[in-house]
């Protein structure tokens, strides 16, 4: 692998957060689930990041362990390093005897409707980290609040600001957690599946104002998604995740024209299209997951790859990186593979 | 790296379509049984409950003593005491005559017995007569007597013989010096005796302790009744009353639940399944009898049935449980009836052109069984504990019936002397409970996945 | 919010006209006259209780008669005790019940909330463990055996230091008053710790701590603002009937501690069938409790923004 990432030219800058190696385990009832196994990625500033993968592939268990919001115990980080412009972060966010959480890097999930505490004021919950981070007072950090909700497009913001979680709708729920978010003004925001749960409609709106508010902050968003065309429409990066690792990661061009991993390929198969020339029948990837208590001993994907081989059973495949930072882990891309890959990166062509 | 080799790379068959669910399906009741048995705590609770129905149902089949037959040799005797007894003579009456000589001061005139202690004394110094006490703990500096048993305004009698309710163990007696006014002075004499079991023979035969005809002497050894659980303080076996107590404990506790379980069930569902104007009345109704103050009105009621003689109180209580204790399986049941209402089988049911008894009983009843069932569960031990706390306030079961809350109220007035007739009732109520708590805590657990659905 | 308290004081009035009639019929349908049982009703008093009552007028009349006597406040004559007023018997003696009432739930309220929220917080330690057993241990050992064995500690505690500080028996100053709410208060206190675990437990893997912790708030803070208020809310709800369970419960206590409350008044009466006086105190508790449900209602309309707001 090293041979093919020294032809890599590496970026300028220094990355805003740099992952490697994360291990991530929890103990359950069954035995040890291994939910991360060695993920590693980076992410500059102003950029946006997507992490792509189905249910229970490991994304959200990933960045929360980052942030430490799963529970430890049963949760456990076995190994791994994760690097705030340098300063490692992971297991204390702290830096400097601050916590980072809400000050460097802000999150927003997936259920608004319960991830705002319902006996607090929407006001007061944008105002916590103010007070908590920046030393506002209560009424400075209330002020805040309002024009934070007036910048995340809340109409009668001084009003809203004073009611309740249950007085609001889904859509403006996700937009006071944003405003909540980015109220420090935070280097990085992590989107864990922000639209989800809300109407197509909204979905695109919260979707705009995330591009909107990066543009003008220059913040980094991390997006943990399942929904490729959310992926198409906000990422420069995408990383696609199965089975608790990266399986491919590259530009959003990179992914999606020249995908390189046979699961990518099933999930865009998997995805309606409105482009008359590449309309296609939607093919379902057969099969589920496989059991992490029991980590396959090779490729995690293989009893469900159309290109499996015995060396798939075996052996976990290494990155083989292709085109610049674009790589994927797939025995194909090995130089001894007798199928080959172009018969993955231009499937679309030759259709 | 590992050395790969060209045939590392051969295609093999993708095995999507095998992966399938491997786990066998199982119904609802299957599997909550199944993670009911996965916790210790309710298993363990499970076997309890069981345990202590075979108390009630058979024990009294293998335990075959009478609850109410007094065996006035042993009275308020703890369990595993010594039940050797020794056979004498008759009981004969006594002059004073000391069969012991050659002592002064208060002493024994013949060696101490459950029949008699027989006691002589020579005049105390100043006395104008004397006053005899008994006590289970020594006089001591504070000059506790204990309880009095006779009195002598002379001189003349020096001798007493105690027949009060002796029992086995040690005793305090105390003569004490009376003044001209028959007030009792400073100047005591005590002696401490110890008393041991006797019976005669005839007695021995009528309490079937030796068979007809059997060749005694006095001064043989032979045992008394087994208790194995001791005595209360009318001398009745305490394992026999305890299975006795039981019974109406478990019955009322059980029998109660059930009942308004049932009555709470049907009126709750046709509450729910009507709707609008009647269920609202209903429902009302419901809430009205939620507040009624509960003890009062349990007190209340039982006043109202007239207990007549003869009678034990267990059926009044019974009723005066279900009257009451109602409303919450009613509200409950009605709520999951509206929720499963909206559910899409239903009107795929009705659709299908079924009727309203048919959906009640096909439909929406087995799905709230589970709740149902976790509400009996946790509504026994509130019965049996209100049952105890009745019994225990003299306002439950009437004596002789035993029960184990009315065996707790006789059993705290003898606490400080034989602690055990308070400790086995108290221990199985606690115990009782304890069990079904547990297990509705279990009981809740396995049903959880279902029950946070409707909530 | 006023508009909801009228609405509960309303309801309030009328389910205590239910249990007004209710305690009249069953009280009514006790077998056999009340004044013709063998006992010495003088005629004194049998004369007071006809105008009173009527009482050899129709039961309906008798009725309306009591109803009209309740609504000024009038619960009637004793029958055993000549010419006294119940009122007077309930203000001589229910202070007494509502003194060790309220320390009995403050006691289980604080312990509860604080010991929930301890088991929640050491789930699965030492802490949590040994609260857990003495929880089980509150919950199924009857009120009168731990009436009945603290009062055995206290004789012995008394003794073995030779004081009174703790009395084991009697009413008149806060030293007799703890050890009775105490033990009134520990089966309630047993049943909130309980639920107050489930509840917090509930929110420390809720959504919204999850956010708070997202945001860096820091622990104490989480406790104090996110995970306290909303864990109380359930505990609340249930603090009605609790109310009631201790007032009720409070019997066995006054008996045990002869403590000379409008409980052990009550079964003296029910014993001695002083009917006036059993409907006087039972219709009495039974507003009490009404009147405390909505008490507790309307501060959980405080605490719980959604019901305020409705």
């Known amino acids: ?351 | ?455 | 919010m006023w508009g909801y308290i009228f609405k509960r004081l309303v309801q309030g009035i009328i389910t205590v006209w239910f249990i007004a009639t209710a305690t009249f019929f069953a009280m009514h349908s006790v077998p056999g006259d009340p004044l013709l049982n063998d006992r010495a009703v003088t005629p004194q008093m049998r004369a007071n209780l006809e105008a009173k009552y009527g009482l050899d007028k129709p039961v309906l009349t008798q009725y309306f008669v009591y109803l009209g006597n309740l609504s000024r406040g009038d619960f009637g004559i004793s029958f055993t005790q000549e010419n006294r007023q119940v009122n007077d018997i309930i203000r001589q003696h229910f202070p007494v019940s509502a003194i060790l009432g309220v320390l009995a739930v403050v006691f289980a309220a604080a312990g509860g909330v604080l010991f929930g929220a301890l088991t929640a917080l050491y789930r699965n330690r030492l802490p949590d463990y040994i609260i857990m057993f003495l929880v089980i241990l509150g919950i199924s050992v009857p009120s009168f055996v731990l009436a009945a064995l603290s009062q055995l500690a206290l004789v012995n505690l008394n003794s073995l230091f030779a004081t009174n500080i703790l009395p084991v028996a009697g009413w008149g100053t806060i030293r007799h008053m703890l050890v009775p709410a105490l033990v009134l208060g520990l089966g309630t206190m047993a049943y909130l710790t309980r639920l107050m675990r489930s509840s917090m437990l509930e929110i420390i893997n809720s959504d919204y701590v999850r956010t708070a912790r997202a945001k860096g708030v820091p622990p104490a803070r989480i406790f104090a603002r996110h995970q306290l208020r909303n864990a109380i809310l359930p505990v609340v709800t249930v603090l009605g009937p609790a109310i009631a369970a201790i007032t009720t419960g409070g019997f066995v206590v006054e008996l045990v501690f002869a403590i000379p409350g409008l409980g052990r008044y009550f079964v003296e009466a029910v014993q001695q069938l002083d009917y006036t006086v059993i409907m006087g105190t039972t219709v009495f508790y039974g507003a009490f409790l009404v009147f405390m449900v909505i008490v507790v209602d309307v501060i959980y309309g405080f605490i719980d923004p959604k019901v305020r707001l409705e």
């Open chain 1, 1 to 351: 692998m090293s041979q093919v990432a020294s032809a890599v030219q590496p970026q300028a800058e220094e990355p805003l957060l740099q992952v490697e190696d994360l291990v991530v385990e929890f103990d359950t009832y069954g035995g040890t689930v291994q939910a991360v196994r060695g993920v590693g990625f980076s992410v500059h500033s102003g950029k946006t990041l997507a992490i792509v993968g189905e249910s229970g592939c490991g994304k959200s268990v990933m960045v929360q362990s980052i942030m430490r919001l799963i529970p430890m115990p049963p949760g456990r980080i076995m190994a791994g390093s994760a690097k705030l412009r340098g300063t490692e972060i992971l297991g204390a966010n702290i830096i400097d005897g601050k916590d980072i959480r809400g000050s460097e890097i802000g999150m927003i999930f997936q259920d608004p409707m319960t991830s705002l505490n319902p006996t607090m004021t929407i006001g007061d919950q944008i105002a916590e980290p103010l007070q908590v981070h920046r030393g506002y007072s209560y009424r400075q950090a209330f002020k805040r609040a309002i024009e934070l909700l007036e910048m995340t497009r809340i109409p009668e913001a001084a009003k809203r600001a004073r009611q309740y979680p249950f007085e609001f709708s889904g859509g403006m729920l996700q937009r006071a957690m944003i405003a909540m978010a980015i109220s420090c003004k935070p280097a990085i925001l992590i989107a864990d599946e922000p639209s989800t749960a809300l109407d197509v409609t909204i979905q695109a709106q919260i979707l705009d104002l995330l591009k909107e508010l990066q543009s003008e902050t220059g913040m980094a968003i991390i997006l943990i998604t399942h929904d490729l065309g959310v992926v198409a429409r906000m990422a420069d990066e995408v990383a696609v995740m199965y089975a608790g690792k990266i399986v491919e990661h590259g530009t959003v061009d990179d992914v999606f024209y020249r995908s390189a991993h046979p699961y990518t390929v099933g999930l865009r198969e998997a995805m309606p299209t409105n482009d008359p020339a590449r309309q296609h029948k939607l093919e379902p990837i057969q099969g589920s997951p496989p059991d992490l208590f029991a980590p396959p001993a090779g490729c995690g994907y293989c009893p469900r790859c159309p290109h499996a081989m015995k060396v798939c059973e075996q052996s976990q495949p290494e990155r083989f990186y292709l085109l610049g930072e674009h790589f994927s882990r797939c025995w194909l891309h090995h130089p001894m593979s007798p199928q080959k890959p172009e018969s993955l990166y231009f499937k679309d062509a030759q259709q």
């Open chain 2, 1 to 455: 790296m590992i050395e790969l080799t060209r045939n590392d790379f051969d295609p093999i068959k993708s095995k999507a379509e095998t992966q399938g669910e491997l786990r066998p399906s199982l119904s609802y009741w299957q599997d909550a049984w199944r993670r009911l048995k996965a916790n210790k705590r309710a298993l363990v609770s499970l076997y309890l409950v069981i345990f202590l129905l075979l108390f009630a149902i058979v024990g009294p089949w293998v335990w075959r003593v009478d609850p109410a037959l007094q065996d006035l040799d042993q009275v308020g005797q703890a369990p595993g005491v010594d039940r050797r007894a020794v056979i004498i003579d008759e009981y004969a009456p006594w002059d004073g005559e000391s069969a012991i000589s050659g002592f002064s001061g208060l002493r024994l005139s013949a060696a101490a017995t459950t029949q008699a202690v027989r006691l002589n004394w020579d005049v105390l110094e100043g006395a104008n007569g004397h006053r005899v006490y008994r006590n289970l703990f020594p006089v001591g500096p504070e000059l506790a007597f204990g309880i009095p048993i006779a009195e002598f305004f002379d001189n003349e009698t020096l001798f007493f013989e105690d027949r009060l309710d002796v029992q086995p163990g040690t005793y305090f007696y105390s003569i004490v010096a009376l003044d001209l006014q028959s007030k009792i002075t400073s100047t005591y004499e005590s002696i401490t005796v110890s008393v041991t079991r006797v019976t005669t023979l005839a007695e021995a035969i009528e309490n079937k302790l030796v068979p007809e005809g059997a060749f005694l002497q006095s001064g043989d050894e032979i045992l008394l009744a087994l208790h194995p659980l001791g005595t209360d303080y009318l001398g009745r076996d305490m394992l026999a009353r305890l299975m006795a107590g039981a019974q109406v404990s478990l019955f009322i506790g059980i029998g109660a639940p059930f009942l308004f379980v049932l009555f709470g069930v049907t009126f709750g569902s046709i509450a729910g399944y009507i709707g609008g104007r009647a269920d609202q009345i209903m429902m009302r109704f419901a809430d009205f009898v939620v507040a009624l103050p509960f003890l009062l009105f349990m007190i209340l009621f039982k006043i109202s049935f007239g207990i007549g003689p003869g009678e034990s109180g267990v059926f009044p209580m019974l009723v005066a449980l279900v009257i009451l204790m109602w409303p919450a399986t009613a509200r409950l049941v009605r709520g999951q009836i509206l929720q499963i209402r909206e559910q899409g089988y239903i009107a795929a049911s009705q659709l299908l052109g079924a009727r309203p008894g048919y959906l009640i009983l096909r439909h929406m009843l087995p799905n709230t069984m589970g709740v149902v069932l976790v509400t009996l569960t946790f509504a026994i031990p509130s019965a049996i504990f209100t049952e105890a706390f009745l019994s225990f306030i003299g306002m439950g079961v009437v004596p002789p019936t035993p029960s184990w809350g009315s065996m707790s109220n006789e059993g705290i007035k003898y606490m400080l002397i034989s602690p055990h007739e308070l400790i086995f009732p108290a221990l199985l109520i606690s115990i009782t409970v304890l069990a079904f708590n547990l297990l509705g805590d279990g009981l809740r657990d396995a049903l959880d996945s279902r029950m946070r659905n409707f909530e």
